[in-house]
T-cell receptor
């Protein structure tokens, strides 16, 4: 398995533009997480899906952020409109669920909003 | 919700010394405590974990201890090497819905 795959690896966009980050979890994993990493705040959980259903989105900073998981093999995180303070590394992670609780992280997407 | 505090934020040691990173958690129901290592520009990766039914776990030069009463757990690295230099994150989670809450991270620097 190639692991958790995220795209793009780097994204530079202008303030006000829409940004879509993509994630393909490891096949068979039923939990998916989106995290944001910054120097100031560390790793922040944005949203958690279980079996494609959003379970906890309390970490989504505001209405500009939205996440979907239309099927077990794909998830998106969208920011519209983007702002400079959204600049961060966004990680997607998946976990097998049940007794196997390790979270496997993707390579991350480095987002820069100018 | 769960709150995880991690100390120190930066740790500088000489090669061969030991390094200890400490974390505390707030939710007594938390029962799974993983540690992740993140090298510069790379993804966090699990290096060791411990569940609440044990007090200590070792894997070669790495060990983790857990004190459920005090709600704290620690990572111990012995005989540190330059390749141990990285940011280390502790995390805590509970129950069947595994949602890890991460500490702020510790930047470990091992000087040759």
């Amino acid at each position: 398995d190639a692991g958790v795959i995220q795209s793009p690896r780097h994204e530079v966009t202008e303030m006000g533009q829409e940004v879509t980050l993509r994630c393909k979890p490891i096949s068979g994993h039923n939990s998916l997480f989106w995290y944001r990493q910054t120097m100031m705040r560390g790793l922040e959980l944005l949203i958690y899906f279980n079996n494609n259903v959003p379970i906890d989105d309390s970490g989504m900073p505001e209405d500009r952020f939205s996440a979907k998981m239309p099927n077990a093999s794909f998830s998106t995180l969208k920011i519209q409109p983007s702002e400079p303070r959204d600049s961060a590394v966004y990680f997607c992670a998946s976990s097998p669920g049940g007794d196997r609780t390790e979270a496997f992280f993707g390579q991350g997407t480095r987002l820069t909003v100018v | 919700g769960e709150n995880v505090e991690q100390h120190p934020s930066t740790l500088s040691v000489q090669e061969g010394d030991s390094a200890v990173i400490k974390c505390t958690y707030s939710d007594s129901a938390s029962n799974y405590f993983p540690w992740y290592k993140q090298e510069l520009g790379k993804r966090p990766q699990l290096i060791i974990d411990i569940r609440s039914n044990v007090g200590e776990k070792k894997d070669q030069r790495i060990a983790v201890t857990l004190n459920k009463t005090a709600k704290h757990f620690s990572l111990h690295i012995t005989e540190t090497q330059p390749e141990d230099s990285a940011v280390y994150f502790c995390a805590a989670s509970k129950g069947g819905s595994y949602i890890p809450t991460f500490g702020r991270g510790t930047s470990l620097i091992v000087h040759p």
